[in-house]
């Protein structure tokens, strides 16, 4: 399925931007971390056939599953600001 490989990636694009949240590294770069996770991640996926997705098809849930866990980080952010 689908869902799992946006799941995983999602998870590991949340854990990467959480760690370069703890270190010395400016948050401006978090975007382009998580370009880089997507393009790792759709490689991958394509050389080893996982879920049995086509290309295109794997590059956007990729690249939809990192942007998604930028949007929910960025969205937790915003929500303690108002409370």
């Known amino acids: 399925m689908e869902v ?7 998870a ?3 854990i990467a931007g959480e760690i370069t949240k703890l270190t010395k590294l400016d948050n401006k770069y978090i975007p382009l ?10 490689i991958v996926c ?9 290309v295109l098809e794997t590059i956007i849930t990729c690249i939809f599953a990192t942007m998604s866990a930028g949007g929910i980080a960025d969205l937790s952010k ?5 409370e």
Do not use: C, G, P, Y
């Not at 799992?4 to 999602?10: E, L």
């Not at 915003?78 to 108002?82: L, M, R, Y």
């Open 4 to 10: 799992t490989i946006a799941i995983v990636v999602m």
């Open 12 to 14: 590991i694009t949340l």
């Open 33 to 42: 971390q998580n370009i880089i996770i997507a393009v790792l991640a759709s």
């Open 46 to 54: 394509i050389i080893f056939r996982v879920e049995n997705m086509e």
């Open 78 to 82: 915003v929500t303690k600001k108002e």
